[in-house]
Antibody, heavy 121, light 109 residues
Framework: QVQLQESGPGLVKPSQTLSLICTVS??????????WSWIRQYPGKGLEWIGC???????YYNPSLKSRITISVDTSKNHFSLNLGSVTAADTAVYYC?????????????WGQGKLVTVSS | QSVLTQPPSASGTPGQRVTISCSGS????????VYWYQQFPGTAPKLLIY???QRPSGVPDRFSGSKSGTSASLAISGLRSEDEADYFC??????????FGGGTKLTVL
């Protein structure tokens, strides 16, 4: 059973960089057919897809966030990371990592438990 | 402001059939598959429907999805108290860009 776990600071100051890691267990991040994704959920409930990465390093980003985000992968540690720069209060959300099964149906089938990140001074 | 539009709330009594709508556009729902996710408070969303009308194993056949043009619907028949949750629709837009609805809170009266 694949499991994902987000980790990182829960509080980030405005204008700084939000950095999170998603550690994958129960399976290899190099398994073909899966992209590894970041999704956030605002306090008001709405979901927003941030972007995803293949184990080879190929990435897709949400165009509205593209200028501020970097997603990277470390296959030796079986984890992938999110960096979101120049954060404001509007970036306060629960951040989820999820596995995107691109070949079976293009759906997010496994999710982490979520990490609440608050942007505040 | 979510890209896909859902009603903020829906309700029904046990045993009833309820539907939740999801409205999109020619750049997402009309040309790509629709997905539905179920979320309980304090937990991550869970896949409920994929590729418009397909159920993952373990999802009861009380849940069904459909799509027509730029809109989609989730139907829940034989409503049960444990169906009370938030429901989100999702679709792929241009160039592998996922878009979501704002979510519908389903209340079982």
């Amino acid at each position: 059973q694949v499991q994902l776990q987000e980790s990182g600071p829960g509080l980030v100051k405005p204008s700084q960089t939000l950095s999170l890691i998603c550690t994958v267990s129960g399976g290899s991040i190099t398994s073909g057919g899966y992209y590894w994704s970041w999704i956030r959920q605002y306090p008001g409930k709405g979901l927003e897809w941030i972007g995803c990465i293949y184990y080879s390093g190929s990435t897709y980003y949400n165009p509205s966030l593209k200028s501020r985000i970097t997603i990277s992968v470390d296959t030796s540690k079986n984890h992938f990371s999110l960096n979101l720069g120049s954060v404001t209060a509007a970036d306060t959300a629960v951040y989820y990592c999820a596995r995107l099964d691109l070949y079976s149906g293009s759906y997010f089938d496994y999710w982490g438990q979520g990490k609440l990140v608050t942007v505040s001074s | 402001q979510s890209v896909l539009t859902q009603p903020p709330s829906a309700s029904g009594t046990p045993g009833q059939r309820v539907t939740i709508s999801c409205s999109g556009s020619s750049s997402n729902i009309e040309i790509n598959y629709v997905y539905w996710y179920q979320q309980f408070p304090g937990t991550a969303p869970k896949l409920l429907i994929y590729r418009n009308d397909q159920r993952p194993s373990g999802v009861p056949d009380r849940f069904s999805g459909s799509k027509s043009g730029t809109s989609a619907s989730l139907a829940i028949s034989g409503l049960r108290s444990e169906d009370e949750a938030d429901y989100f629709c999702a679709a792929w837009g241009d160039d592998l860009n996922a878009v979501f609805g704002g979510g519908t809170k389903l209340t079982v009266l």
